[in-house]
């Protein structure tokens, strides 16, 4: 991992077309503005893991899995 | 009454008050805006929340209290206008709004179940409106073990 230290008000470059800047740093949070062309996604990582982890979710399990998966959620409750 | 086939009970009669309308989708299912939640005797304590455009898409749900009794949900000031919620207060689980974690079972029924406490799906309660809220500073996981009880051999 490429690591660099920037102040508020600069920025670096990726490629030709992506541009960050630091607009601002308060306690622990860090303003970013970004100039990419619209064919580049800016997701934040968090929002793209829970897509991923939704499109994986969404896939139909069996009957049986399902009947084993809240009769064991079951026995959890009420054998702790 | 109109009625719905759902991907894993058949076909179940609805009323229209009982729909909830998701506004942005979910991530990755930014076109479904119409959900039920479904719940069956023999499946509790899971919920489901079935699409109503599209009856194979159907998420396994547990509600998040069922997971961490003392589970904390942080939405932001954009979450709760999104929900139509009280700014500058934190919603009360059960009262406000229902929280559920998505359960991901990784396909098989082999793999330990997880849930997705990091981004749980939230709905006010009143106004019948949801959304998958994103809490990028959460101290949950999105791969929350789900707690299994001792392993019980199949009926026969």
């Known amino acids: ?80 | 009454m109109p009625q719905i086939r759902t991907a894993y009970f058949g076909e179940l009669d609805y009323a229209d008050g009982t729909i909830f309308h998701f506004p942005y989708g979910l991530p990755g299912f930014e076109h479904e805006h119409a959900f039920l939640f479904l719940k069956q005797p023999h499946t509790e304590p899971l919920m489901f929340l079935q699409s109503l455009g599209n009856s194979r898409l159907c998420f396994i749900l547990l509600p998040i209290l069922v997971l961490d009794p003392r589970y904390a949900v942080n939405p932001d000031a954009e979450d709760l206008a999104a929900l139509h919620l009280e700014p500058g207060r934190q919603p009360v689980i059960g009262k406000d709004i229902l929280c559920a974690a998505i359960v991901t079972t990784g396909g098989t029924d082999q793999g330990t179940p997880t849930a997705n406490l990091m981004a749980p799906v939230v709905v006010n309660l009143k106004e019948q409106i949801g959304m998958q809220v994103i809490q990028a500073d959460s101290p949950y996981s999105h791969r929350h073990p789900i707690p299994m009880g001792t392993k019980v051999a199949p009926c026969s």
């Not at chain 1, 490429?2 to 308060?26: C, H, N, Q, Y």
């Not at chain 1, 306690?27 to 062309?37: D, E, S, Y």
């Open chain 1, 1 to 80: 991992m490429l690591v660099m230290k920037r102040r508020a008000g600069e920025s670096f470059t990726i490629g030709d077309e992506i541009e960050i800047e630091v607009l601002e740093v308060a306690g622990t949070r860090v303003k970013l503005g970004i100039v990419a062309p619209d064919s580049v996604a800016i997701v934040r990582k968090e929002a793209r893991v829970t897509r991923e982890e939704n499109i994986t979710a969404s896939q139909p399990i069996a009957p049986e899995a399902l009947a084993a998966l809240a009769h064991r959620l079951w026995r959890a409750k009420s054998n702790p």
